[in-house]
């Protein structure tokens, strides 16, 4: 049974940190690249980043790059991402998602990714 458990949300003043981690399970990990989106309310679920299926190439969105960092550790089946100097304008239930590495389709696109986490919330307010 394929699982991805996201965990490390909570509420963080602004200009603070968080760590978020997705546990997978029932998978090959290491043959999937890991992606974090994230959805504010009333809004679409965006691209925040991404991580190829080696862990050595990542990519992000425009609003998070140069504060946060994802990483992949194949040997426990997790992702992360590293949040740091976190805006009120970051506050929305992130979720990860698992894209196979043969699926030769956008990193950037939500539609490309094969499994998804239940999300977790992460509110930046003072």
């Known amino acids: 049974q394929v699982q991805l458990a996201e965990s490390g949300g909570g509420l963080v003043q602004p200009g603070g940190s968080l760590r978020l981690s997705c546990a997978a399970s029932?998978?090959?990990?290491?043959?999937?690249?890991m992606a974090w989106f994230r959805q504010a309310p009333g809004k679409e679920r965006d691209f925040a980043a991404a991580v190829i299926w080696r862990g050595d190439s990542t990519y992000y969105g425009d609003s998070v790059k140069g504060r946060f960092t994802i990483s992949k550790d194949n040997s426990k089946n997790t992702v992360y991402l590293q949040m740091n100097s976190l805006k009120p304008e970051d506050t929305a239930i992130y979720y990860c998602?698992?894209?196979?590495?043969?699926?030769?389709?956008?990193?950037?696109?939500?539609?490309?990714?094969?499994?998804w986490g239940q999300g977790t919330q992460v509110t930046v307010s003072s």
């Open positions: 029932g998978f090959t990990f290491n043959w999937y690249d």
């Open positions: 998602a698992a894209k196979p590495k043969l699926y030769d389709r956008s990193l950037y696109d939500r539609t490309s990714y094969l499994y």
